[in-house]
T-cell receptor, first 116, second 114 residues
């Protein structure tokens, strides 16, 4: 069975602070894929990133960066110099090619509040 | 930029009624999905659909639920006899192909069962 845990249910920061959202996953599969999605107050789910299990290279996209560590089964997401528009719920998710239907298993989400 | 669309944005129905939620996936995508999110909770997988048949379904997706691709563009989720606990946001998603390509989500349909 697969599982994704986001231990931080809610984080509050002041604008311009850096913030890291934690994601820990469990899977028995050797090949798997990890994702981050953003859910702003308007409610839609916005794809941010996909990562393959065999590619541990960290990724940076503007103010966003992701740290994937297989040794600790973690895929953490850092926002540098946070902005009010970053306020949202962020979900980490996992899928495996062994799942016939390609389903995503989501974590419980972390609500990030960025105050001006 | 192509996007997944869903109608209606909000549906209110009485317990025991049938509802059909509609989705138009991104046109060149081959895999289609339904997820739901009960208010304040995590997003849960319901069903995936490929090549005109269900590829996987969760235990939530019982006999009350069905999916259909009635034509080349629409993808529907039907709940035959709604219950109060079916109240949730229902998201449709689509992906281009496998393995595990990113899924693009629609804006959701909020279903309220009274």
């Amino acid at each position: 069975a697969q599982k994704v845990t986001q231990a931080q249910t809610e984080i509050s920061v002041v604008e311009k602070e850096d913030v890291t959202l934690d994601c820990v996953y469990e899977t028995r599969d050797t090949t798997y894929y990890l994702f981050w999605y953003k859910q702003p107050p308007s409610g839609e789910l916005v794809f941010l990133i996909r990562r393959n299990s065999f590619d541990e290279q960290n990724e940076i996209s503007g103010r966003y960066s992701w740290n994937f560590q297989k040794s600790t089964s973690s895929f953490n997401f850092t926002i540098t110099a946070s902005q009010v528009v970053d306020s949202a719920v962020y979900f980490c998710a996992l899928s495996s090619p062994k799942n016939a239907g390609n389903m995503l298993t989501f974590g419980g989400g972390t609500r990030l509040m960025v105050k001006p | 930029e192509p996007e997944v669309t869903q109608t209606p944005s909000h549906q209110v129905t009485q317990m025991g009624q049938e509802v059909i939620l509609r989705c138009v996936p991104i046109s060149n995508h081959l895999y289609f999905y339904w997820y739901r999110q009960i208010l304040g909770q995590k997003v849960e997988f319901l069903v995936s659909f490929y090549n005109n048949e269900i590829s996987e379904k969760s235990e939530i997706f019982d006999d009350q639920f069905s999916v259909e691709r009635p034509d080349g563009s629409n993808f529907t989720l039907k709940i035959r006899s709604t219950k109060l606990e079916d109240s949730a946001m229902y998201f449709c998603a689509s992906s281009e192909t496998r393995p595990s390509y990113e899924q693009y989500f629609g804006p959701g349909t909020r279903l309220t069962v009274t």
